[in-house]
């Protein structure tokens, strides 16, 4: 596989989602955790990022009506046995703990999901089972890790497994679906299994987001403590249905954050968010890729956790999203 390195020189910055790296030149080849790694082993080409960078496909509310509707299937309806197959996939849950219902449980449906930005909330079916994911832009997808690679074996699920159904709501799919072209995630995750590199992106063979709209995502060096956290995703006790939890971030890691949203297997990879007013990134802004539940002791015991969007998450997944072909 080919691997890459990017680098971002800024302090509190806005952010978007990528294939993550370890500070350093741009372009350079490099290894470690951070390294991102694509499932056809191509270079995503880096550049570097400034402070004052916006990115063009920060979040942003498409219009409904749009023409551009490129999805696979465009809204046919599926066949019964299509149903069935995707009805009975599996929750796909990380390895460290289940995701968790903490205390009562506070999950509200979206319905309908043609709003924004539960239209720009996926889900994602594959090989392996069910899990959650949320357009950065036209194309391009975010995810957790484990969701496009087992962890620890530098191994991918196999792309052509792979169904995208944005805003999809039970029985109904008003975007129809997108395959994937090219999934990525780092080295930290691939080849490691390291739960706070539990990252990657798929690149889709459609622009559905050009009709959807899709999430903005930021990095701040300061503490996001206290922030509001909300989080869309597919549970798998509820099967490809959308669902909604509230609560705020309760303890502040470099690269975790930390929350009592109540969440169940197969919202692995949804985005950890909220409203946001702010320089490069206002309005829904994602903060962390939501991934595991309770386990071991505190503060894993007591909250679920997703990994933090850093300076470094950022870097690549804008590379992702603007670079991979």
């Given at each position: ?21 370890a ?5 350079r ?14 270079i995503v080409?880096v ?5 004052s960078?916006?990115?063009p496909?920060?979040g ?41 219902i903490?205390?009562a ?6 319905n309908?999901?043609?709003?924004y ?7 994602i079916t594959?090989?392996a ?6 357009l ?21 699920y ?9 805003g ?21 995750w691939?080849?490691q ?7 990657g ?22 503490s996001l ?8 995703g597919?549970?798998?006790d ?20 930390f ?14 968010w ?7 990134c ?17 503060p ?17 997944l ?8």
């Amino acid at each position: 596989m080919t691997m890459v390195r990017l680098s971002l020189a800024a302090a509190s910055a806005v952010v978007c989602l990528a294939v993550a790296v370890a500070d350093g030149a741009s372009a350079r080849p490099a290894s470690g955790p951070n390294t991102p790694v694509a499932s056809d082993g191509r270079i995503v080409p880096v550049t570097e990022v400034s402070r004052s960078f916006m990115p063009p496909f920060r979040g942003q509310a498409a219009a409904l009506g749009s023409a551009d509707r490129l999805a696979e299937f465009s809204a046919r309806p599926e066949s019964a046995r299509e149903l069935r197959r995707l009805m009975a996939l599996q929750a796909v849950t990380g390895p460290r703990g289940q995701e968790s219902i903490i205390g009562a449980d506070q999950r509200v449906r979206i319905n309908p999901t043609t709003t924004y930005p539960a239209r720009a909330t996926v889900l994602i079916t594959f090989s392996a089972g069910r899990c959650t994911g949320w357009l950065i832009n036209a194309n391009t997808v975010a995810t957790a890790g484990h969701c496009v690679g087992p962890g620890s074996g530098g191994q991918f699920y196999p792309v052509s497994s792979y169904l995208i159904f944005a805003g999809r709501n039970g029985s109904a799919s008003p975007y129809g679906s997108c395959t994937a072209k090219r999934l990525y995630s780092v080295t930290g995750w691939l080849n490691q299994g390291k739960d706070d590199y539990d990252y990657g992106a798929i690149k889709l063979n459609c622009n559905v987001g050009n009709t959807t709209g899709w999430y903005g995502y930021f990095w701040q060096s300061a503490s996001l403590l206290n922030l509001p956290t909300i989080i869309n995703g597919y549970p798998g006790d509820k099967p490809l249905t959308q669902w909604q939890s509230t609560d705020r971030v309760r303890v502040n890691q470099t690269r975790r954050t930390f929350y009592q949203n109540d969440t169940i297997g197969g919202m692995s990879g949804a985005p950890v968010w909220y409203n946001r007013s702010g320089a490069g990134c206002s309005g829904v802004c994602a903060m962390a890729i939501h991934a595991y539940g309770v386990y071991n002791g505190p503060p894993f015991s007591t909250n679920n956790h997703g990994t933090r969007i850093t300076q470094q998450v950022f870097n690549n997944l804008t590379a992702v999203g603007r670079n991979a072909p």
